[in-house]
């Protein structure tokens, strides 16, 4: 990505994310960027693409931030995150929401973000109990999604108590009894 290209689509997610998706327009996309209309459209073309490049950027900065092992570290990644970049809820569902599901690059790009969101759960999970356990990592991603979404109100705690609650679902998760008996 170009110097110019990459500094637009930094400044495009700043200000989607500050601002929204669908109330922000071209002009003040170009005059937070410090570009002409035409260096933007000439860069990333539509603001449907910039939206699309801007989620695909965030979504590889956000995977990269967590370098998780356990459910515990998941949790932990979370709240360096909202640390580091604030606490305005889900960028992905945000972009969804005001799209309203209708532009396809938006929607392809967070249907993307979330299966992926939820392999990386599923994985930790499985690894935390060394088995696969896919109605407990729906449960651990519904907390997850739900300390994002609340630490916009509750501020960084909400990571804390949800990082605390999953410790105790993990806990309470029944026993691989098949490999007890193998082992």
């Not at 933007?40 to 449907?48: A, C, F, I, R």
């Not at 396809?104 to 967070?110: R, T």
């Amino acid at each position: 990505m170009t110097s110019t290209r990459a500094a637009i689509v930094s400044s495009a997610e700043r200000t989607f994310d500050h601002h929204g998706f669908a109330a922000t327009g071209m002009d003040r996309l170009t005059a937070d960027a410090g570009v002409s209309t035409r260096t933007l459209y000439k860069h990333v073309g539509s603001k449907s693409r910039l939206m699309v490049t801007v989620l695909e950027e965030r979504a590889e900065r956000f995977f990269a931030a967590l370098p998780v092992e356990s459910v515990d570290t998941l949790f932990t990644g979370l709240g360096r995150w909202i640390a580091e970049e604030g606490s305005r809820g889900c960028l992905f569902l945000r972009a969804q929401g005001e799209t309203g599901g209708e532009d396809e690059g938006v929607s392809a790009v967070v249907a993307s973000y979330r299966d992926r969101l939820r392999a990386l759960i599923r994985r930790v999970v499985a690894g935390d109990l060394d088995r696969d356990d896919e109605p407990l990592a729906t449960q651990v991603l519904l907390l997850f999604e739900g300390a994002t979404s609340a630490a916009a109100y509750l501020g960084p705690q909400a990571v804390e108590r949800a990082r605390e609650a999953a410790a105790v679902l993990l806990s309470a998760s029944p026993h691989d009894h098949e490999s007890e008996r193998k082992a």
